[in-house]
């Protein structure tokens, strides 16, 4: 059996809790006996199962299994609003549900607007461009109201940002992003849908997006596990080209 075969065999196997997170693996004979394969192979393919965070290997203790599900991550980079354009169309969006709210005072802090506003919010998963792997993120989007088009329009365009879906639609255009980044724990509301432990470490990021008026026309909220997604930033000396 060749090695990609054994590493998806036994990342079934986990996945199943055949082999439970914090036990160990057959050792390298074992498993060359089990599935008939080469000790190449099977060190081939333990090594694309620690690369993915589902085992960890020592020498003298053998293969432990550390994770039930692959790990997902992805580094997002962001110095222009065209980074941003780039991070939708790299993680695509499943929308779960649309609804309109009025915000309360704790959903009026979180997203920095007066109590008693109108929104419209558009609840999505962010997904990487392996869907086998867990949600990159959870994701409530709000935009007003008089932007359902928008809104019901990000259905059929998963990879477009929805703030692009609205200045195609109703030429209401971006003049920056103000992004702020807190850690939490997983809501217990989003564990199921992330696949993620409730209260597990997670980042939350809160972007408003404001017009050339510096009125906020969209904010997001995006809760991103432990281990999913890191943000790159580079600081630059005043002055300095």
């Not at 008939?36 to 589902?54: D, F, H, I, P, S």
Request: glycine share 6%; net charge positive; aromatic share 4%.
């Amino acid at each position: 059996m060749k090695a990609a075969e054994v590493a998806r065999q036994l990342a079934r196997r986990i996945r199943l809790e055949r082999h439970p997170v914090g036990t160990l693996l057959p050792t390298e004979f074992e498993l060359c006996r089990q599935f008939m394969a080469t000790r190449y192979a099977v060190r081939k393919a333990l090594g694309e199962l620690q690369e993915q965070g589902l085992i960890s290997r020592r020498k003298n203790v053998g293969s432990r299994v550390e994770s039930a599900l692959p790990r997902t991550r992805f580094v997002q980079s962001l110095s222009s609003l065209d980074d941003l354009a780039l991070f939708g169309k790299t993680n695509s969006r499943s929308v779960q549900r649309i609804e309109e709210v009025v915000a309360d005072l704790e959903m009026a802090q979180e997203i920095g607007c007066p109590g008693g506003t109108r929104w419209l919010r558009i609840t999505s998963l962010r997904h990487d461009s392996e869907d086998l792997r867990p949600p990159v993120a959870w994701l409530d989007i709000y935009v007003e109201p008089a932007y359902a088009g928008a809104a019901h329009a990000a259905q059929e365009s998963p990879n477009t940002l929805i703030s692009a879906l609205i200045e195609a639609q109703y030429g209401r255009r971006i003049a920056r992003v103000r992004q702020t980044v807190e850690a939490v724990g997983v809501p217990a509301s989003q564990a199921d849908a992330l696949k993620a432990q409730v209260g597990s470490p997670a980042l939350k990021i809160v972007r408003r997006y404001l017009d050339a008026t510096n009125t906020a026309f969209e904010i997001s909220v995006s809760v991103h596990p432990i281990g999913r997604m890191s943000l790159l930033s580079e600081l630059k000396r005043s002055g300095d080209t």
